[in-house]
């Protein structure tokens, strides 16, 4: 533990297109108090999502992050202090804690603050029990709605999102194809994260490779990259394919505007619909997926896999690994030891 000093990484400058991480600048504050209704937690875990870089320079489904603020990220902290009668001394939780070695707050966060159950490892409740493993679950079962015998792509694959996704769909007794970077990812995929198949986009050609792999047309595609591979994906939706819409990482360094598909047609030729969502809206049923996926993992249907760092000096350049495909699975940063 840090003695007297909050170490921050403080959002300074946003970028132009691709991230340097000169956008970023250290800060060491004394340890905040928690006021009424607040707790004073201390992080353990921080968690890498594609979404800080829209957050660095956009408003989306929350406001930009202010100049000058604490860079905003979820954590796994240990409650030090409470004055919240719902949460004591040791409690682990889950919340938007940001940048930095201690926050206090109230959780009254898009995120919320949700206290985890004993014996979850809290790295796990970033990964598989956070954001990413409950998006997957939603985007596949309410969104995708897929179904037993239908063929489902999942771009992004070998990531946090897409791994967990790509799986669930074939829990649900569907045939899984994966796009992912090069080619030690992709047989990853096929050879512990149970898809049928992983297409390489660095170093195939995807529309050919996904006509290969889906004789009869895509009936679900999870998106989590946009750009080219949403296009070649919208140009072989089989008849009334959903196209879930998780995110579109190719497209968040872009200086202007986002891309849009050009296929969007296929749509009407396919009765098809495409659907974006946003996870926290799912928060009143996080248990119900929690516990299901917690027997998926139990009788070994599911694996996770995390990249864990260490070192609060490389914020910064790790969030930028997530650009260049550096992680496989959930990239995590190990703050302090519970
Ligand atoms: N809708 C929601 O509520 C929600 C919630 C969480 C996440 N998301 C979205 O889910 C997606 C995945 O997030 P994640 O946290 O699971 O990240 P992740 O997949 O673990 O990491 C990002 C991966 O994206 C791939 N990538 C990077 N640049 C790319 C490009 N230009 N074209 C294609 N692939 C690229 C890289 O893998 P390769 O080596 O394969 O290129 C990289 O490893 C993101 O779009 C994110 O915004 C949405």
């Not at 819409?245 to 968040?252: E, F, L, N, R, T």
Request: glycine fraction near 12%; charge should be neutral; aromatic fraction near 8%.
């Amino acid at each position: 533990m840090t003695e007297g000093k909050n170490r921050q990484w403080i959002l300074n400058a946003r970028p132009a297109s691709k991230m340097t991480g000169e956008e970023f600048r250290w800060n060491e504050a004394s340890i905040p108090k928690p006021s009424d209704g607040q707790v004073l937690v201390r992080n353990l875990w921080l968690s890498f999502d594609p979404a800080q870089r829209v957050w660095m320079s956009r408003d989306s489904y929350m406001p930009k992050v202010p100049l000058g603020d604490v860079m905003r990220s979820l954590a796994v902290g240990q409650v030090l202090e409470s004055r919240r009668p719902d949460l004591k001394l040791g409690d682990i939780v889950r919340g938007s804690f940001g940048w930095q070695d201690y926050a206090a707050t109230d959780g009254k966060s898009f995120f919320g603050i949700h206290k985890l159950p004993p014996g979850l490892p809290p790295n796990l409740a970033l990964s598989l029990f956070g954001l990413n493993g409950l998006t997957a679950y939603f985007g596949i079962t309410e969104i995708g709605q897929v179904k037993a015998g239908e063929t489902v792509v999942v771009s992004g694959a070998a990531g946090a999102t897409g791994s967990i996704a790509g799986q669930i769909a074939k829990i649900k007794g569907s045939r899984v194809i994966g796009t992912a970077g090069g080619k030690e990812k992709c047989d990853w995929l096929v050879k512990e994260a149970h898809f049928d198949a992983a297409i390489d986009y660095k170093n195939e050609k995807v529309g050919e490779a996904l006509t290969r792999h889906c004789p009869k047309g895509i009936d679900v595609y999870f998106d989590n990259v946009g750009g080219d591979i949403l296009d070649a994906a919208l140009a072989r939706l089989a008849r009334g394919a959903r196209v879930v819409i998780c995110g579109a990482i190719s497209q968040y360094n872009n200086e202007g505007p986002f891309r849009g598909p050009s296929n969007y047609m296929s749509l009407l030729v396919n009765r098809a619909r495409m659907e974006g969502f946003v996870v926290i809206d799912y928060m009143s049923r996080y248990p119900e997926a929690m516990a299901e996926m917690a027997g998926w993992i139990a009788d070994g249907r599911l694996i996770t896999r995390e990249d864990a760092i260490e070192g609060f000096e490389r914020f910064p350049e790790a969030l930028q690994a997530l650009f260049k495909g550096e992680n496989v699975g959930k990239l995590v940063l190990k703050v302090a030891d519970e």
